[in-house]
């Protein structure tokens, strides 16, 4: 007997959370449709990073002068960032 009542509190608690997504995507859509949602500023310019790498820096030497990571310099050398 407690196993198909376990059963269907998996199965209310796995609606709520689908209920609970939609509703977020939803505030999200909406919050993009207004102007608000823009997510994070860019930490780097990948205009000077460029720059370095020009000069002859290389990625590891970039990246602890910005204080990043190298995939962070990759990604702005590549012109993803």
Do not use: H
């Not at 796995?14 to 930490?43: C, H, M, P």
């Amino acid at each position: 007997m407690l196993k198909p009542q376990a059963g269907m509190l998996g199965v209310f608690a796995e609606f709520e959370t689908n209920l609970r997504k939609e509703r977020q995507l939803e505030g999200i859509a909406d919050a993009k449709a207004r102007g608000v949602y823009k997510g994070r500023k860019a930490s780097i310019d990948p205009v000077k990073v460029r720059e370095m790498n020009d000069r002859g820096m290389g990625p590891s030497a970039i990246a602890k002068a910005f204080g990043i990571g190298r995939a962070s310099v990759y990604r702005a050398l590549e012109g993803r960032a």
